[in-house]
């Protein structure tokens, strides 16, 4: 008892001393606070802090790695089952296509204290979103496989070809490198990233009108094959998590992987060796291009639309609490890159790092990309089976990618 | 001969309303109406959207880009709420029937191969293939062996007989979902069957998630093991009907086994076995779990995959698209089965 008491003098002290500049605000009285979020360790702490900060106030989360299917529909509803939505750059799309999610420039001037101007998603000169971390994906190598062949960490996606056939002639592994290639989004998430590598458009400029059928497409196509030649054969089923394994097991010394993955793989469960090994490094270029081969992606909160005003005002109060907190920045420095004033990247921030000084770009937030990625992910799966040329498989995506749109009245 | 339920002979009309009544007004409240919606639903498509171009601004910097118009789109919605009227317009698109492509193909391809090739690249005709596929080797063979399970169960010896049923009926009590995970773990290339498989072809590469045709098989193989429980227990129903004394007068006689099987039990239990081909055909057109257990969306999708890809896997949810399929797969169903439909329609004319 003494010692809670002792905490709570503490803590006061704490926030007598820097409380007003440092921490959101925090007393909140009354509303409910319903939070729906993607499943991976930096978003359970960021939540975490929001309840910190609760007040009395109702709260209540759903993390799960379903969230995408959920969304839409939960937020829909009036009142919406949720008050807010941990969103990215694809994300949110959906939510302001359907416009689901209220504009924030009065409780960002209000309670929004500490939160950096870079952390602001504006659209349309509107606050609709708050940024916290940023992901991307990049190279993962097995430093002591590349030592011992003498190869050097490689920094293209050609690169990365000829080191893989080089430990596969070795005989050290059969199948050295690893993508998620789970056919459906991750898939197209590869052509996404491969295809910006390659310098590629996929709308004609201004327009809804697809783009991707030319000689860069093919050229993507041609890489993705290599590397799926150069995996695994089951790779059509591997998601993010089944190819984590896969580099646990030892059997793959190069991989591309999300940069919030990074902690689950440096941690104490598993080969200690394997995992002393791991190394990071930035995402890898493409034909000679000089952005990489990669997306940037952020991740932020939105609120709901259709939920009261005082709800919306509660939820961001806890909210903005963990999005403008310097001491979770400095106790999960490992979990994630911070947006968020006072991060200090560690050994395990540089794949995001190194992207954004490559000058990466952001996934494209266009209200018909949603379209174009689900086309992707089922219609150039024939194209890796070898079952159809690469020409066939983009006139493919393209198709599918109309009636989809026309349907959804893009077109 | 045949079973005949004689509650149904002998009810009269009037007690059978009531009866049924209950389970009628379920039906049309939690079946009929849902069907007429999606009925509906399939006959829209959304409003054309309304563009604008506005300064977009994140952590990475700012770009110029296009946003939907809410002022002018929220308008057009609460007027026209159901969407914009299509008519038939997503069922022919080339996401669907794809009337259009098809008659292009036609034209433009030169052997009747290359056409089949590009038809059944098209997804619904890609999804038409597997579904039925699946239906015309899982429903025989899950008739087949529920039959000989019965059969064989139905000669062991009383004190043996509950567990020996229990174990049979053990696939059917596992969901789907759980059955085809824990098979999809064991086909791994480093799983119990997918490594002893290799051991056994002397082939490292092999890999039975990775080529189309064995992912097709896989899931036959377990549609199969899924399905033939519920037959079984059907038909070892069934089997206990089966009256002892022309079996006993055919052992007599000196029929053997395959005559007394032929001639007497067959006949008797063929209504039962009709029932069963109907519901097994129904369960197998609409297959879906073990597509999603398997991971297998790249080899092979089904109708109720694509319902299912349509409303979940897009971030824009196609609800038009989902609608058209699910009444083109209520149709195919209703085709499957009206030549048995017929059929059991005029054994029951000529029965009266």
């Not at chain 1, 054969?233 to 190069?254: F, M, Q, R």
């Not at chain 1, 992910?377 to 393209?398: M, R, Y």
Request: with cysteine; proline share 5%.
């Amino acid at each position: 008892m003494r010692e809670t008491n002792m905490k709570k003098i503490l803590i006061s002290l704490l926030f007598l001393l820097f409380g007003t500049s440092v921490y959101a605000d925090c007393n909140i009285k009354s509303g409910s606070i319903n939070i729906l979020a993607n499943d991976f360790p930096a978003l359970r702490t960021f939540v975490e802090t929001a309840k910190g900060c609760k007040g009395s106030a109702d709260f209540k989360v759903t993390h799960s790695s379903e969230h995408n299917k959920i969304a839409v529909p939960a937020l829909t509803a009036n009142p919406s089952e949720f008050s807010a939505r941990i969103a990215a750059n694809s994300s949110i799309v959906p939510l302001m296509n359907q416009d689901l999610i209220r504009p924030l420039d009065d409780l960002v001037k209000k309670y929004g204290k500490g939160i950096q101007d870079s952390q602001l998603i504006t659209i349309d000169g509107k606050i609709m979103a708050v940024a916290f971390m940023a992901n991307t994906q990049h190279l993962y190598y097995r430093e002591d496989v590349l030592k011992e062949l003498g190869i050097a960490i490689p920094k293209t996606y050609e690169e990365v070809v000829a080191a893989s056939e080089k430990i596969r002639a070795s005989g050290k592994m059969q199948y050295p490198y690893a993508a998620a290639y789970k056919a459906g989004w991750n898939l197209a998430e590869e052509f996404v990233n491969m295809y910006i590598g390659h310098g590629g458009e996929f709308f004609k400029a201004g327009t809804a009108q697809p783009s991707i059928n030319n000689a860069k497409g093919v050229a993507t196509l041609n890489m993705l094959k290599k590397l799926a030649g150069l995996s695994n054969p089951d790779y059509l089923t591997h998601d993010s998590e089944a190819i984590k394994v896969e580099w646990e097991s030892g059997n793959v010394a190069l991989m591309t992987l999300w940069a919030s993955r990074s902690g689950t793989l440096l941690d104490d469960d598993g080969d200690a060796k394997i995992t002393a090994a791991t190394k990071l490094t930035g995402p890898a270029t493409v034909a000679g291009g000089n952005i990489p081969a990669a997306t940037l992606w952020w991740d932020g909160f939105t609120l709901a639309k259709n939920r009261s005003d005082a709800d919306a005002e509660a939820t961001f109060r806890a909210l903005a609490h963990a999005a403008a907190n310097k001491k979770m920045v400095a106790d999960a420095a490992d979990q994630a890159v911070w947006l968020i004033e006072g991060f200090k990247p560690g050994p395990k921030s540089i794949g995001v790092i190194e992207a954004v000084k490559m000058k990466a770009k952001p996934y494209p937030m266009l209200p018909q990309m949603g379209l174009m990625h689900g086309a992707l992910g089922s219609e150039i799966v024939e194209f890796l089976q070898g079952k159809e040329s690469a020409e066939q498989a983009l006139k493919d995506v393209e198709a599918a990618y109309m009636s989809k749109a026309k349907e959804q009245g893009f077109l | 001969m045949g079973i005949k339920s004689p509650l149904i002979t002998l009810m009269p009309n009037k007690t059978f309303f009531w009866f049924f009544l209950p389970t009628g007004l379920a039906m049309i409240l939690f079946i009929g109406l849902p069907i007429i919606s999606t009925g509906i639903q399939s006959f829209y498509a959304q409003h054309d959207q309304v563009v604008k171009e506005v300064k977009k601004c994140d952590p990475f910097g700012c770009t110029v880009s296009i946003v939907v118009d809410q002022e002018k789109t929220s308008k057009i919605r609460e007027e026209k709420p159901l969407g914009k009227f299509n008519g038939f317009g997503t069922y022919v698109d080339r996401n669907h029937l794809a009337i259009e492509e098809i008659g292009k193909f036609w034209n433009e391809t030169n052997s009747f191969g290359e056409f089949v090739d590009q038809v059944t690249n098209l997804p619904f005709y890609k999804a038409l293939i597997f579904t039925l596929t699946y239906c015309l080797f899982v429903t025989p063979n899950v008739l087949l062996l529920g039959f000989i399970i019965a059969l064989s169960l139905n000669a062991v010896t009383r004190r043996i007989r509950g567990p020996l049923i229990f174990g049979t009926i053990l696939p059917m009590i596992v969901t789907p979902l759980v059955g085809s995970l824990v098979l999809f773990w064991m086909i791994d290339a480093e799983g119990i069957i997918g490594a002893n498989l290799q051991m056994l072809m002397d082939d490292p590469y092999l890999s039975l998630k990775s080529s189309k045709t064995l992912t097709w098989i896989t899931i036959i193989i377990y549609g199969i093991w899924h399905h033939s429980p519920f037959a079984f227990v059907v038909f070892y129903a069934a089997l206990q009907t089966v009256p002892q004394e022309p079996v006993e007068a055919a052992i007599i006689d000196g029929a053997s086994r395959w005559q007394r099987v032929r001639h007497i039990v067959l006949p008797h239990i063929y209504p039962v076995v009709t029932f069963v081909a109907l519901i097994s055909l129904m369960d197998n057109f609409r297959v879906f779990e073990p597509i999603i257990g398997f991971s297998a969306e790249g080899s092979a999708q089904s109708l109720s995959w694509l319902i299912y890809d349509n409303l979940v896997n897009e971030e824009v949810i196609l609800f038009g698209s989902a609608a058209a399929t699910s009444m083109m797969t209520i149709v195919g169903i209703a085709i499957l089965l009206a030549p048995v439909l017929i059929r059991t329609w005029k054994e029951f004319r000529t029965a009266r």
